[in-house]
């Protein structure tokens, strides 16, 4: 079992750290790791690129040697642990993901050498996380941020009618939310506003809304309460009796 | 109220041209293509919090996620294709 420290958690191929996560690629997994399809960062957890990749990742996303020259255009860093050992990891600000590329052993002047097998992974595309490993990280990451969503989108409402407000969010530790209440007489206007950045923002913007109130009660708005929106930015309300 | 927003350059260069093309400003520019896009978006808006109401009102979470994921294999290939530079 992986050591998470608290805040962390290991979900499928992933450490859930402070701030982004640590993955190994589906390849990297089962051609360099030897495990099988199937497994979770819990199983290769003993191995000693991945306990490398986890004590120096979780603490900054790069490290001070590039392997280069590579084909695309990302920074794939060292990771050494001992004399033979050495992984490459990538950044991936976009979606906010440490993902360790490729594992093997430094020998120089071996074919099997992990540098030149890097560089040839790169030229034969196997090197950077391909369409699954994303697709698998966005059902991984939806699955936890909904279930997030469903919990503290109310309670973004409830502070925002106890402070009255506008009251900002981050719900499931990465969709950012702006949420007011305006009341008039027997009357009172929920207004949720976000702006979306990334593909799933919508997506998560609809859980949001629906977590509050589901149902088609909910029209576009033109400003928040107290002020217009942001360029980029998205606002919904609903009309509905005065709570309490 | 405004505010600084990263956008790809090729996207930035191109909204750019466009806003002196219509003597507009950038920002303007872009937030009348949000207009338009939550306008072209709101049938399917409704559809989809009808959707996700449904969902809920029969208790299932991990539905509402698989529902969200509906195009998860479309996002991953976009986003393996951006961290390529393609």
Known sequence: MLDAREGEFVDGLSLVCEGWELRVTTRCLIEDLGAGDAASLNDVAGHQIVKAFVRERREKVRGTRKVHPLSHSVDVWVLAHQHRHRGGTWFDAENQVVWLLAYGRHESGSEEDFFPRCKALDEEDRLLPTAHDYEQLIRARDKRVVARIMIEAPLAVKEARMSGKEVLARLGGQFGVAVALEVAGELEQLTVAARLLMPADFEYLKVALAAIKPGDVWEPADSMPSRSLEVGEFAYSYLAERVG | ?86
């Open chain 2, 1 to 86: 109220m405004t505010s600084a927003m990263r956008i790809p350059a090729d996207v930035h260069s191109e909204v750019s041209r466009l806003a002196a093309v219509q003597s507009v400003k950038p920002g303007d520019l872009l937030a009348k293509a949000w207009a338009e896009f939550l306008e072209r978006h709101r049938n399917e808006m409704a559809a989809d919090l009808e959707q996700m109401a449904e969902i809920i009102r029969n208790g299932a979470t991990e539905d509402l996620a698989e529902y969200v994921s509906r195009n998860a294999a479309e996002r991953g290939a976009q986003a393996a294709k951006r961290a390529r530079g393609v």
